[in-house]
């Protein structure tokens, strides 16, 4: 009898441990902050004088072509891209061959702009990094990008404007 209730004992121990249980295996992992793509501002275009006077500065539009894909990334896109803006912005700099554009302000924003993407390609060697530092850096970039953009528009449009008004017949009539 005590056999039997022992016996009895560990059958239902057996079977109440192999209790089948059914995980869900088919749910879609969720994205993390990092992974969710962030709509930003648009990038500014030369103008239409700016675009004749600098046709051959193809680094520039290579530039400019890669940061419009800066537009619509996930923090971890843009880390990954970082390495590659880092190089097109030297290109940049080392490209600039236009004797109009080496200005003091030019180069002081071509700076801030390469300061920035080193900070951005740092970014990727801290794994704790928030995804709000990275948008917050990348947006950084746009913003001082299309500040030098407008520079380069501003001087191509006051050149033109110089050119436009000759200020030495104005002073020649009143000596």
């Known amino acids: ?5 022992f016996i009895f004992f560990v059958l239902s121990i057996f079977l109440l441990s192999c209790k089948k249980t ?19 501002r648009s990038i500014d275009s030369l103008s239409n004088l700016s675009k004749s006077n600098v046709k051959d500065w193809k680094e520039y539009e290579n530039l400019h ?13 843009a880390l990954n891209m970082a390495v590659e803006l880092n190089d097109y912005i ?21 700076n801030v702009l390469n300061n920035e993407s080193l900070r951005l390609k740092d970014m990727t060697l801290i794994p704790a990094i928030q995804p709000e530092q990275v948008n917050a850096q990348v947006d950084k970039i746009l913003l001082v990008f299309n500040s030098y953009t407008q520079k380069v528009n501003t001087i191509y449009s006051k050149k033109k404007f110089d050119e436009e008004i000759d200020l030495d017949a104005i002073f020649d009539k009143n000596l």
């Open 1 to 5: 009898m005590i056999r039997q209730i």
């Open 65 to 77: 072509t890669y940061l419009q894909q800066f537009n619509n990334t996930s923090p971890n896109e």
């Open 22 to 40: 059914i995980q869900n295996t088919d749910s879609v992992p969720k994205k993390t902050e990092m992974q969710v793509p962030v709509k930003r």
């Open 90 to 110: 030297k290109a940049l700099k080392d490209s600039l061959k236009i004797d109009d554009l080496k200005t003091n302000s030019l180069y002081a924003r071509y």
